[in-house]
């Protein structure tokens, strides 16, 4: 099971990275297709926008004001209490199979690392964790310190970029 954080308010890219589209197909669902060649059937969106159900994946409503993603990583577990769950932000504009294969070959909870930096919302995360994420969202704590003491897994190449502003976009 995978949930695919995709409720940022996107500020600096100046419009929804979920939504946004790379040669015709929008970043949520990109997403979602390198999961499935994984052979992961149960995907989920999670965030807030209503126009994530446009995108034909079952969405788990963020319903908190505040944008912060663990609020978004604590509704997703809560949603689905009896799974270890991978978690992914939704703008990883470079992901690629081999990335998702090396977390699933690894088999328990662990957080991604690539050329040497920690992808803290980039992970295989326990549902016991749900109040924690919680707890640490309302405090506006780092994404870092949900995963502090999960073991890393390094990815193979080509190291992950993540885009937040229209510039880093190729389209």
Do not use: W
Request: proline fraction near 7%; charge should be positive; hydrophobic fraction near 45%.
């Amino acid at each position: 099971t995978a949930a695919i954080l995709a409720g940022g308010k996107s500020s600096r890219m100046g419009e929804d990275k979920a939504l946004l589209s790379i040669d015709g197909v929008a970043l949520a669902l990109r997403t979602a297709n390198i999961l499935r060649t994984c052979g992961l059937n149960h995907i989920y969106l999670v965030g807030r926008q209503a126009e994530l159900q446009t995108l034909g994946l079952p969405v788990i409503r963020d319903t908190h004001h505040n944008h912060h993603p663990l609020y978004g990583v604590a509704a997703a577990l809560k949603a689905l209490p009896d799974s270890e769950l991978l978690f992914l932000p939704c703008d990883l504009v470079n992901l690629e199979r081999a990335h998702i294969a090396r977390l699933l070959d690894f088999g328990k909870p662990c957080v991604a690392s690539s050329d040497g930096i920690k992808h803290p919302l980039l992970n295989i995360m326990p549902s016991h964790r749900a109040e924690q994420a919680l707890q640490l969202a309302k405090l506006g704590a780092p994404a870092h310190r949900l995963v502090s003491d999960l073991p890393v897994v390094t990815l193979p190449n080509p190291t992950l970029k993540d885009v937040n502003r229209p510039e880093q976009l190729t389209r």
